[in-house]
């Protein structure tokens, strides 16, 4: 690895890093496959169409955030965060067991209920994720450390949909094999994670779930950097969540690509995070530079901005495979401004996650980090009302994107207000670099 991140290959490192990869494959190569089975295989439940079906599903795998965050909050304060990840590892093999059987039965009743808990598995390991860092890194390899485990996460996202995708449409056993192969190198790889002591050992647990995440999120809303951290990295995701759902539709309309083309789009966008989270983390020379923050959401609104402004119009014709896209002058534009999209977003993102984990104290930051889970489905579900809402209004994507885009704006704008100090960092990591 490059100066700067020679913890990567460090055991107080990589076996979280891959641990969490292999976790974030795994989901995406599950969501897919499904979303695969239903969209062009006819699986079907209670006669519901298959647009409704793919909605449940995306449903089911979130709700379990909402459910379930403010306990795995307190699980990963309560007891050593590696010996929590192990059990939530071996849960997984279990998981896969029951959605390779649903896979082999074309059972959608079972691949629902192993989607809903391959969600409630992602709820409990996020909290655990984030705050067992700066356990592990010390203070200047946090930035780094956060920078990698979000380019991981993103490739790692792309790699589970691609393969989810192709091998769907080859055999189900592929699937099935490939889910459990993955489980179990994801417990394996949590063996090697060192032991990560509790934070707060005598914390008391509930049943109630509604109180809990309710007492939960005002805790984290009462600590003023928590607070605006959260907010940055909701929106963050609100945007991404508008991004990555209309990315196909707007491929093919707009466009005028086929699934090729959206497949190239949407590897540019997790290849442009995991870069950008990369460089974002080697400029911060580490040290927090919230002034990233600022540059990373004027880079989203100038390319988010200008691939719905270079799109606006429905495309007309056929549609195009990948050789003949690449061929027109103008897609390259589309190109490089949904790389420089995600490439941004990469520095919006990782100085926020590396603030909450700062500001957070010691036996409140994996409840911290389940508070903002907890905002962050709130955020995604938003995103998906108001995309509703401009496409019954306007009926074209682009607009959709430049909305947002603007709204991007008036998001930052407010989250500066909250928060003097980033902009009053705006200018900082260049100082850095200079020295």
């Not at 991140?5 to 974030?24: E, I, K, N, V």
């Not at 509604?210 to 003023?224: G, N, T």
Request: aromatic share 12%.
């Amino acid at each position: 690895m490059q100066a700067g991140f020679s913890f990567f290959s460090t055991r107080r490192f990589f076996p979280l890093f891959s641990t969490q990869f292999l976790g974030a494959f795994n989901d995406n190569l599950l969501k897919t496959a499904i979303v695969v089975l239903i969209s062009f295989h006819g699986l079907s439940l209670a006669g519901l169409p298959a647009e409704q079906l793919v909605n449940m599903a995306a449903g089911v795998f979130i709700l379990p955030f909402f459910l379930f965050s403010a306990t795995a909050g307190k699980l990963s304060e309560r007891y050593d965060k590696a010996q929590l990840a192990r059990v939530i590892k071996l849960v997984e093999i279990a998981i896969m067991l029951l959605a390779a059987a649903g896979f082999y039965w074309k059972s959608a009743g079972l691949l629902m209920a192993g989607l809903f808990l391959m969600g409630t598995h992602s709820a409990f390991f996020g909290p655990l994720k984030y705050s067992v860092l700066p356990q592990y890194l010390g203070d200047k390899e946090l930035i780094g450390g956060n920078g990698l485990i979000e380019m991981g996460t993103f490739l790692a996202i792309l790699l589970g949909q691609i393969g989810g995708s192709l091998l769907m449409q080859q055999s189900s056993l592929l699937i099935i094999g490939l889910l459990l192969l993955t489980a179990l190198l994801g417990y394996a790889s949590s063996r090697a994670m060192p032991a990560a002591p509790a934070s707060s050992p005598t914390l008391s647990l509930s049943f109630n779930i509604f109180r809990d995440s309710l007492e939960l999120v005002r805790a984290a809303w009462r600590i003023h950097n928590v607070r605006c951290a959260i907010l940055g990295i909701s929106w963050f995701w609100l945007m991404g969540a508008v991004y990555t759902t209309q990315l196909p539709t707007f491929t093919r309309l707009h466009l005028g690509g086929n699934a090729q083309v959206y497949t190239l789009m949407l590897a540019l966008f997790s290849i442009g995070i995991g870069v950008g989270s990369v460089v974002c983390a080697k400029l911060s020379r580490g040290q927090l530079q919230l002034g990233m923050v600022l540059l990373g959401s004027l880079g989203m609104t100038l390319f988010g901005g200008d691939l719905a402004w270079s799109a606006l119009t429905h495309y007309q014709g056929a549609l195009v495979g990948l050789s003949e896209f690449l061929a027109r002058a103008s897609s390259w534009r589309a190109l490089l401004d949904i790389t420089l999209l995600g490439f941004f977003g990469g520095f919006f993102t990782v100085p926020l996650y590396t603030w909450l984990q700062i500001s957070s104290p010691d036996n409140f930051r994996s409840q911290a980090i389940a508070a903002n889970n907890i905002i962050n489905g709130f955020y995604m579900v938003a995103a998906a009302i108001g995309s509703a809402l401009v496409l019954q209004l306007f009926n074209n994507i682009a607009i959709l994107f430049l909305a947002t885009a603007v709204l991007n704006i008036a998001a930052s704008a407010h989250l500066l207000y909250r928060a003097p100090l980033i902009w009053q960092q705006r200018l900082s990591w260049l100082r850095v670099l200079r020295n």
